[in-house]
């Protein structure tokens, strides 16, 4: 009984910190999507009653809404896959404050989904920003993305042998263009994405 009592007890302090950080957490990531190209979206957090369990006695909604106009509706059945992965990123950064330890390591694979052009560019400046207070690893196919980086490397798949290898490789300074006019789907000798390539490194 006493067991029973305890675990009551912490659910229900955990239920009442819920509430109370829930709100504070929705008006935070709202803001972080403003800058990820989602100006007009809603996102709530709502709460329900349940049973209690490892995850204490609450069910958690993530609800949003990305144009105006339109209900909300739970993120993990109306998001995009775009819209997924700046949800992602939006909770991320406006959690990275919080976290208990400063120098944990964020990773990030794919979280440009299904998105491109300025939007890629919002998430590229968001990564860089979260990436001055910690680690940040991010596998990303949008060039507009890896240009941020401080760091790149090229992962490559070898199919040629059994089983298939796959190498990561740091790139020198001067070939992260030319991975760059790559990822453009452009050739080597391509002045026309050489030049992008160039801009983007320069705008980052």
Known sequence: L?????????????????RRAAPKLARAVRAQLAELAMPEASFEIELSDTDVGPRGADDVELLIA??????????????????????M??????????????????????VDAGIGGHTARAVGERLRALAAQRQVLCITHLPQVASFAERHFAIVKDTSVKPTRTTVVELA????????????????????????????LRAA
């Open 2 to 18: 006493s067991a029973a009592a305890d675990l009551t007890l912490a659910a229900a302090a955990l239920s009442e910190a819920r």
């Open 89 to 110: 990123l939006a909770i991320m950064a406006a959690g990275h404050g919080h976290s208990a330890t400063g120098d944990s390591t964020l990773v990030f694979d794919e």
């Open 173 to 200: 300074q001067q070939d992260v263009e030319s991975e760059l006019v790559r990822m453009l789907g452009a050739d080597g000798d391509d002045a026309g994405a050489r030049r992008h390539a160039k801009e983007l």
């Open 66 to 87: 990305p144009n105006p106009g339109v209900p909300s509706g739970p993120l993990r059945e109306i998001g995009s896959g775009g819209e997924l992965s700046r949800v």
